[in-house]
C-alpha cells in the first residue's frame, strides 16, 4: 500500500512557491524544507513558512514529495539536478509544461494550482482548483489525498488538457489584467484617476461570475454593432496603432460571437 505524502520539500523562492509553502505550513503536512538557489528570497519565504531553507544540494532534507516552484523553462534542469531519496515523489507546478519535462527514472507527477499569485498576498488555498498529473499508477490515490489536504476541489488532467487550461487563464486573467492597465492608461491621458473605473471592474468580473456563460452578459459597443462609436473610438487610437488594432480584432471577435448567442 502506498504511503501517505506527508513530508514536504518546495523548490523555488517565486510567487507561487511564496503561496503554496504557506499553505503547506498551515494544511496539517509537515514543511520540512525549502530549497532555492535565490539566497534573499530563499531565506524570506521560509521564514514566512516557519521552516529552514537551503540553497546547497548536498543539505537536501528527505521528504516524501518535492513540489517544483520555478520558472517552467528550468523545470527540467532544476528536476534533474535534484538528489532525491529513493521512492520519493518529484512533482511540478507549473500549467503548460508537460509531465514527461520531468526525468523518466523519477516517480513523477503534476500538481498545478489554477491561481494568480503575486508577492506578498495572501490567497486561500482551499479554494483553488488543484489539477493533477502522473504515470505512476499506484500513485494516484496518495497524491489525491495530498492535494485534498491543501484544496477542496481536485481535478485530474493531462498535459494537453492542462495546456488549454493555462492558455484559457492566460486570457481570462493575464490579458483581462493588461487591459485594465491600458484602460488606466486612456482615463488618465483624460486627467481622471483608475479609481474611476473600479467599480466598473468590480461589477463586471461579479455579473461573469453570475452568468451561465460570460458570453451571455456581454455589453459594449461591439456586441451591439455600434459601428459610429467604434469608428470615434478608433480616431482616438489613430495615434496608438497597435492599441487600435487590439480594438478592431477584439471587436471584430466580440460581434462574431454575440451573433451565435
Not at 81 to 91: D, E, N
Not at 111 to 119: H, S
Not at 139 to 153: G, I, K, N, Q, V
Request: aromatic share 6%.
Amino acid at each position: 500500500m502506498e504511503r501517505p505524502l506527508e513530508r514536504v520539500v518546495i523548490v523555488g523562492s517565486g510567487n507561487l512557491a511564496e503561496a503554496l509553502a504557506q499553505a503547506v505550513a498551515r494544511s496539517g503536512l509537515q514543511l520540512v524544507q525549502l530549497f532555492a538557489r535565490n539566497a534573499a528570497r530563499g531565506e524570506a519565504v521560509a521564514a514566512l513558512a516557519g521552516t529552514q531553507w537551503t540553497a546547497d544540494p548536498a543539505r537536501l532534507a528527505d521528504a516524501d514529495i518535492y513540489l517544483i516552484s520555478v520558472s517552467d523553462k528550468a523545470v527540467g534542469e532544476v528536476a534533474a539536478a535534484l538528489p532525491l531519496p529513493a521512492g520519493a515523489v518529484v512533482a511540478h507546478t507549473a500549467g503548460s509544461v508537460p509531465l514527461d519535462a520531468l526525468p523518466a527514472h523519477a516517480r513523477r507527477a503534476v500538481f498545478y494550482p489554477l491561481q494568480t499569485f503575486t508577492k506578498g498576498r495572501s490567497v486561500d488555498f482551499s479554494q483553488i482548483p488543484l489539477f493533477l498529473e502522473t504515470d505512476d499508477s499506484p500513485l494516484r490515490p496518495a497524491l489525491e489525498a495530498f492535494a485534498r489536504r491543501l484544496s477542496h476541489t481536485v481535478v485530474w488532467a493531462d498535459s494537453a488538457q492542462r495546456c488549454k487550461v493555462h492558455l484559457a487563464a492566460v486570457f481570462a486573467c493575464n490579458f483581462v489584467n493588461h487591459m485594465y492597465a491600458v484602460g488606466e492608461g486612456i482615463v488618465r491621458s483624460a486627467g481622471l484617476p483608475f479609481d474611476v473605473l473600479k467599480p466598473l471592474l468590480a461589477e463586471t468580473a461579479a455579473k461573469a461570475l453570475d452568468a451561465a456563460s460570460p458570453a451571455d452578459v456581454q455589453t459594449g459597443p461591439a456586441v451591439r454593432n455600434d459601428l459610429p462609436t467604434m469608428a470615434r473610438h478608433r480616431a482616438l487610437l489613430a495615434a496608438a496603432p497597435r492599441l487600435e488594432n487590439i480594438y478592431s480584432i477584439i471587436s471584430n471577435n466580440i460581434w462574431e460571437i454575440s451573433k451565435k448567442i
